[in-house]
């Protein structure tokens, strides 16, 4: 992985996200509902504005297509505009703000990907939400060849129900810095995280495997 051209790198991350990004936004409303109890929960989606929830609903239809046109894309911006900037205190907003560097990094803007996770990552009151920028920033940084500030950014209080998305991330940034044996014990950490937490951790197994077989032809 430490070889590999930045624009390799790209294609992973585009790879992880399109894996894992509609699952853990989709995590992100289920962590909500835990935080404030099915109840409050109701009463919470209930007090915010239709309208808000119908642009969400819209920008999500938009936003995680494969792959966006040129329209598409500006659409998808004005709604997070209109969410960010109306209902900015809400989940809508952060988990807009999500989706827009989901599109960033389509697009091959990595900068502007790193911009709107910072939003999240620094101003968000909710921890979930927060962690899922944490490690998003970090995986950017590994595409952008700065594992190191990767692991800073894995050091962050991640949540907890995110423990295997952080220790696969960890291990790709080990891998970058030609680190063969840390990254071996924080992907098979991920995997066993993912087991016990009965989650579904795409492509790490396929990374140890890869890990083996570069050894063996060594």
Excluded: C, H
Aim: net charge negative; aromatic share 6%.
């Amino acid at each position: 992985m430490a070889d590999r051209s930045e624009e390799e790198q790209l294609d992973v991350i585009k790879r992880w996200w399109k894996e894992n990004g509609t699952s853990l936004i989709a995590g992100a409303v289920l962590a909500a509902a835990g935080v404030f109890g099915w109840n409050a929960w109701q009463n919470y989606q209930e007090g915010q504005s239709e309208a808000a929830s119908v642009r969400y609903q819209q920008l999500v239809s938009i936003a995680t297509a494969d792959e966006l046109d040129e329209q598409q894309a500006a659409g998808a911006r004005e709604l997070i505009a209109e969410l960010t900037d109306d209902y900015g205190k809400t989940l809508y907003a952060d988990l807009a703000l999500l989706l827009d560097a989901r599109i960033a990094v389509q697009q091959d803007d990595l900068d502007a990907a790193r911009e709107a996770l910072e939003q999240v990552a620094d101003g968000s009151s909710r921890r979930f939400v927060q962690s899922l920028a944490w490690l998003r920033l970090a995986r950017l940084e590994v595409a952008s060849n700065n594992p190191d500030a990767a692991l800073e950014l894995l050091d962050e209080p991640i949540s907890d129900s995110l423990a295997a998305q952080r220790a696969d991330v960890r291990g790709d940034a080990f891998a970058a810095l030609g680190q063969t044996e840390q990254a071996r014990s924080a992907w098979q950490e991920a995997v066993t995280l993912a087991q016990e937490q009965d989650q579904t951790l795409y492509g790490v197994q396929l990374k140890l495997d890869d890990l083996g077989a570069e050894e063996a032809t060594q």
